[in-house]
């Protein structure tokens, strides 16, 4: 959980030469990270460009406060790294945990989807900590309304399809 790491720690020698392991065993890694550490997300993960990541919680960023501009720019550069994906979960823990409306979510969940595209992005519900902020119908809810104007291929994809390719189940 690097989120709670110092600065630097993606980057630090002991680290990459514990994921510089994986590979050796087909082991994918989940980068859990907040918004602020994108910036070192990106420089880690184009040191292993042949090491499959996802990004969970879109990062984190903080849609409480709706200013997505850093976080935007910063997770389309991660995008261009064609090793890593993005999980669509995490979202409502970011939000206003009483108040918060479906539409706060639409341009975080446009943006990942513009910039990964459907093959990249993949369902998860942040399951039970989703429980500070909605049940499980809410959170799963704000996805599911999303996708709805997408494909059926695009939408098995999102929602299965892709972590079963990238956990290798």
């Known amino acids: 959980m690097v989120q709670a790491e110092p600065t ?8 990459q030469r ?16 907040r918004e602020h550490q994108l910036e070192e997300a ?3 993960v184009t040191m292993f460009p042949e090491q499959k990541f996802v990004v969970d919680h879109i990062a984190k960023p903080n849609i409480r406060n709706g200013n997505r501009s850093a976080w935007s720019k910063q997770m389309t550069e991660l995008a261009k790294r064609s090793n890593v994906l993005c999980k669509l979960s ?6 206003d945990w009483k108040n918060w409306k479906r539409t706060d979510f639409t341009p975080y969940l446009d943006l990942v989807v513009n910039v ?3 093959q990249r992005v993949m369902y998860g519900s942040d399951w039970p900590v989703c429980l500070v902020a909605g049940t499980y119908a809410d959170q799963f809810s704000i996805v599911e309304e999303f996708l709805a104007p997408f494909s059926d291929s695009e939408k098995q994809a999102i929602l299965g399809e892709n972590a079963v390719r990238f956990y290798n189940l």
């Not at 995490?90 to 939000?95: F, K, L, P, R």
């Open 8 to 15: 630097g720690f993606l980057l630090h020698p002991d680290f």
């Open 42 to 44: 990106i420089a880690f």
């Open 18 to 33: 514990g994921i510089a392991a994986l590979r050796t065993y087909s082991y994918t890694y989940d980068i859990l990270i």
């Open 116 to 118: 990964f595209g459907t």
């Open 90 to 95: 995490g979202m409502v823990t970011e939000a």
